[in-house]
Each structure stands twice: as structure tokens, then as C-alpha cells.
């Protein structure tokens, strides 16, 4: 917890935890989850500004009730995030323990789990993915815990977690799947009216509570849903080959350095390993048999598939399977100290170096990333010093902590072209910069329509990192003229 406390103090902010941010500081300072950060007209998301349907609610109604408690400041609101981390790994490791995986196994997966890269790095940011995971692994923990003594207790209980992980975020399908999953390996000729009801009734229960929110505005909640729905949520081939590339090519390949190259190939020996563990463990014919080796293959291989298929190639969403990599690397690592004496100098070495790369790789990216927080904390204060009252200031909502939420600010990287409405003040960061590079390729006709309207404002502050653009006929101070050049 204290190395994603760490990452989630340095790392700087992106556009998606000030969109989820902007409607749960309404929600708890206002009375309204809107968010206010996007406008409609530019989104095409109905009523985004009012209620907000594009995302899963239960998210957001935990971040609201955490600043009802703590200050709406970016670290506050990451350690909402950081909180999540204990109910992940213990529910992880009940997990390993009750299919029988063995004590050394458990312990070790549950260590590697903690200080891999990509479970610490979704703990320092503010988004529902470790949420999502910790409750989709509550709940299949609660299941192999109960399913011997009351397998209708079981049933409830984890599909109550399951179905509050798909009110997280979406991937909480991995979870529902990886649930059925364990039901049908364990418990196919158990199953039984009585106990299928009480599966069923947490979906009924937490669906009714959020059609009562969705009745407010069922236009609006469509609309949203759909423009969500579409932006790259299922796979464009049904080609199994372009499936499986695309999966590798921009998922995995960016996730462990192969596509960025530099510094993030000290990645790439965590994705190593886990392919080794895998093939270890299928090389094993004992190892195969056992059952808890069976269930932790079937589960990687449902998750794997199912985010082939479903939902954007985003690194981050890799928390999802990352435990069942790890669970299979741990046992393989273990059946090699058990059998190969000669071996566990060599497995301790490379275990503790894999983790150390994995927490030094966190804290690298967090002092790495600390100096460009500074140059935007700049151009965030240089804006605020020349804003009207009435001013409408277009930037990215990673800069909405900086701004201290202010309702002028608004998330519109094309700049007024579409809603029609033209800012009043530009902030151009590493986030809208990085949007513009690749409409230069992508989207050139946007990109002149974009650059046309920078034209037509003064660049007023420019530190490498961060520019501001005010109208023209805005006047700069001395100093800021003598700070410009």
C-alpha cells in the first residue's frame, strides 16, 4: 500500500480520473451526478452534465461517499483507490487456499500479486479497476469457501460481489464468467432451483436499484450508453488470427515495453516469466492432473479470450488476468523448489529480482513523472491568475484537481469546433498534445480545423511541457511578458 501511496502521489493526472472525479465531487458537494467536465454539445453524450449513464455507477457513488469524508484533492481521491488494495489480495489468497493450491504457492502468488507492476499501478490511479477486481475476487472467494457447507450461501454471496464488480465497471463480466467458470467445475450436478434463485437475486436487486437512477432520463442513459458501446468495446474481426494479434500486438506488447521500447523493456521480464509458468505447469503431467492446476487454466484461458473479445486493448484492464498468470507462475516456481534442490538459489534470486523490477519500476515512473505534475501545476496557476469570472477554459479534466474543480474548465480537446461554442482560454498539455500528434496521421482534416483555431489565439505561456493560448486582445502583465520570453 505504501508503493501505490507513493505512485498515486507523483503520478500525474489523466483525462479519465477528472471525467469519473467531476461527477462524484457533484454528486457529493452538489447533489447531482453530472458530469460537468464534458459538455454535451461537444461529446454528443446526452445530458452528460446533468447524469451520468456512459459509465457503471457503483464507482463513482464510493468516490462520492469517500469526499463526503476527505478533501477532493487527487491524492485523497487515488487513496480511495489504494483502499481497495487489502480486500484484492485477501481475497486472492483465500481464493488460492481453498482449491487446495498448497500454503507456499498461496503465499508466494499473493506476494507476487501485490508487487507486480500492473496491480500497483492501477492502485495509484484514481479509476474503478482495482474495485472491480477486488470485489469480482470477493466474490469468487466467497464461493470456493462456502460451496462444501452451503452452497446456496455461496451462490448468494458471490454473485453479490460479482454483480457489484459489473456495477464497478464492465469488465466485471471477466468475473461472472470466471464465477461460472468455478460453479460448473465444481458444482455442475449440484446445482439446484433453490440455489440458482439465490445466484440470480443480487443481479434483480442491484439492477432494480440503478433502473430507478436510469428512469430519471432513459434518453439520455441510451444515448450514453451507446456512444460508450461503440468506441472499441467488441473486437471488428471475427477472424480468430487477427483476434489473437491484436490481443498480443496492443494489449500485451504494449503493456511490457515491446511496442514503447526503452525503460518500459524492464517490463518484459514479468511477461516472461508468467509464459515460462505456464509452459512449466503444462510440461508437468502430475501438475496437470491436480485439480486446483485444471481450474487455474481454465480461468486464464476464459479471461484471455474473453478480453480478446470484449472492451479496448487498454493496458491497465490486464489486472483482470493477471492473477491467474501469477497463481500458475507460483505453483510452477514452488514444484521446482520442492523438486530441485539445486535450483533455489537460482528460483530465490530470480523471484526477488522479477518483484524488485516490478516495485522499482513503479517508483521510477513516479519520479519520472514528478516533474512534469510541476510544469502543469504552472500553467494551471498562470491560467487561473488571467481567468474571467465567466471564462470558458478548454483543457484536459486531468487539470480539474489543479483547478480545485472549478466549473469553468471544461474536457473539449477539439476546442469549440463542434459544440460551437469557442473557449475563452486554451490549456494544451502532454494529454491534448499527444491527441494532436496522432490526428496529424490519423485525422489530418481535424487536426488543420484544430490548429486554425489556435491561430487565432496568443500563445501566452509556454514551459516545454504546458502552453496556454489567450485571446488576443487579452493583456499580459510585465512580469508575464518577462516570464514568455
Known amino acids: 500500500m505504501l508503493l501505490a501511496a ?47 449513464y456512459w459509465v457503471m455507477p457503483l464507482y463513482l457513488l464510493g468516490q462520492a461517499l469517500w469526499l463526503k469524508i476527505f478533501p477532493a484533492t487527487l491524492f485523497v481521491i487515488r487513496l480511495f483507490t489504494v483502499a481497495w488494495i487489502p480486500l484484492a489480495l485477501f481475497s486472492f489468497h483465500r481464493f488460492l487456499r481453498a482449491i487446495e493450491t498448497g500454503a507456499n504457492a498461496t503465499a508466494l502468488a499473493t506476494c507476487l500479486f501485490a508487487l507486480s507492476f500492473i496491480f500497483v499501478d492501477n492502485a495509484g490511479f484514481a479509476r474503478p479497476d482495482l474495485m472491480c477486481c477486488a470485489l469480482g475476487l470477493a466474490g469468487l472467494a ?91 468495446r467488441w473486437t471488428a474481426t471475427l477472424n480468430p488470427i487477427a483476434i489473437l494479434w491484436s490481443e498480443l500486438a496492443e494489449r500485451y506488447a504494449v503493456a511490457f515495453g515491446l511496442a514503447t521500447k526503452g525503460w518500459a523493456l524492464l517490463k518484459l521480464p514479468a511477461l516472461l516469466a508468467y509464459v515460462a509458468g505456464i509452459a512449466g505447469i503444462l510440461s508437468q503431467r502430475e501438475s496437470r492432473r491436480e485439480p486446483s492446476t485444471r481450474l487455474l487454466l481454465l480461468l486464464l484461458t476464459v479471461c484471455f479470450f474473453a478480453m480478446a473479445i470484449f472492451n479496448q486493448k ?30 533455489r538459489v537460482v528460483l530465490a534470486v530470480a523471484t526477488i529480482a522479477l518483484a524488485g523490477l516490478d516495485a522499482g519500476g513503479i517508483l521510477m515512473k513516479a519520479y519520472s513523472r514528478s516533474q512534469t505534475a510541476v510544469q502543469e501545476q504552472a500553467a494551471i496557476e498562470f491560467t487561473l491568475a488571467h481567468a474571467r469570472p465567466r471564462d470558458r477554459i478548454a483543457g484536459t479534466a486531468a487539470l480539474i484537481y489543479g483547478f480545485g474543480f472549478d466549473n469553468r474548465l471544461r474536457d473539449d480537446v477539439r476546442l ?7 473557449p475563452d482560454i486554451i490549456v494544451v498539455e502532454p494529454v491534448y498534445q499527444g491527441v494532436y500528434d496522432s ?40 512580469d508575464d511578458v518577462a516570464d514568455k520570453r
Not at 160 to 169: C, E, I, N, Y
Request: proline residues 4%.
Open 314 to 343: 487498454l493496458t491497465y484492464y490486464l489486472i483482470h488476468i493477471l492473477p491467474w498468470y501469477i497463481a500458475l507462475l507460483a505453483l510452477f516456481a514452488v514444484r521446482l523448489w520442492e523438486r530441485f534442490a539445486r535450483l
Open 416 to 422: 469549440g469546433i463542434v459544440s460551437g461554442v469557442k
Open 6 to 52: 507513493i505512485a498515486a502521489y507523483y503520478r500525474v493526472p489523466w483525462s479519465d480520473e477528472g471525467w469519473f472525479s467531476s461527477a462524484a465531487f457533484n454528486l457529493a458537494r452538489h447533489g447531482f451526478m453530472g458530469t460537468t467536465v464534458l459538455d454535451p454539445a461537444s461529446t454528443h453524450l446526452t445530458r452528460i452534465d446533468r447524469r451520468t
Open 142 to 232: 466467497c464461493y470456493v469457501q462456502w460451496r462444501n457447507t452451503n452452497i446456496s450461501l455461496a451462490l448468494l454471496s458471490a454473485n453479490t460481489f460479482v454483480a457489484a464488480s459489473g456495477l464497478t465497471h464492465p469488465n466485471g463480466i471477466f468475473y461472472f464468467l470466471c464465477l461460472l467458470s468455478v460453479v460448473l467445475f465444481y458444482d455442475r450436478t449440484r446445482l439446484r432451483f433453490a440455489a440458482l434463485s439465490a445466484a440470480v437475486a443480487p443481479y434483480l436487486v442491484l439492477g432494480a436499484l440503478w433502473s430507478v437512477y436510469i428512469s430519471r432520463d432513459p434518453v439520455a442513459f441510451l444515448d450514453q450508453m451507446r456512444a460508450n458501446g461503440t468506441n472499441g
Open 439 to 478: 490526428w496529424q496521421t490519423v485525422d489530418p482534416a481535424t487536426m488543420r480545423a484544430v490548429s486554425e483555431r489556435l491561430f487565432a489565439y496568443r500563445l501566452a505561456f509556454n514551459n516545454g511541457c504546458c502552453r496556454v493560448y489567450l485571446p488576443p486582445q487579452r493583456r499580459l502583465s510585465h
